[in-house]
């Protein structure tokens, strides 16, 4: 079992910066790819991107590219992170880390390939 617990949301003036964290716990995988998604207020929930394990192979969604950057820290901490740069309103939503631990490119963006989520964590921006 796995648990996932994201932190780092807050509220944010257009044009800062965020630094969103997931901090796994319980039997992590090397098979394990990280995904981030996002949730707007009254929207289905979307891809962000997506990080193998290792991290040496990421994948984004045209919306954030070049703004979001995800990564991971190689030490004891298997915390991953979601960077947000040049944050917009319409970046505004519940942010979440989900794990899975088969996936392939075609379905990166599919929520149902993910098998651990955590409880999200909220992002507001806003003049």
């Known amino acids: 079992q796995v648990q996932l617990a994201e932190s780092g949301g807050g509220s944010v003036q257009p044009g800062d910066s965020l630094r969103l964290s997931c901090a796994p716990s319980?039997?992590?995988?090397?098979?394990?790819?990280m995904g981030w998604f996002r949730q707007p207020a009254g929207k289905e929930r979307e891809f962000i991107g997506v990080?193998?394990?290792?991290?040496?192979?990421?994948?984004y969604s045209d919306s954030v590219k070049g703004r979001f950057t995800i990564s991971r820290d190689h030490g004891v901490k298997t915390t991953v992170y979601l960077q947000l740069a040049n944050l917009q309103p319409e970046d505004s939503g519940v942010y979440y880390c989900?794990?899975?631990?088969?996936?392939?490119?075609?379905?990166?963006?599919?929520?149902?390939?993910?098998?651990?989520w955590g409880q999200g964590t909220q992002v507001i921006v806003s003049a």
């Open positions: 989900a794990a899975a631990y088969e996936v392939i490119s075609s379905d990166f963006g599919d929520e149902r390939r993910y098998d651990y």
């Open positions: 319980g039997t992590t995988s090397l098979w394990f790819h």
């Open positions: 990080m193998n394990w290792r991290g040496d192979r990421k994948y």
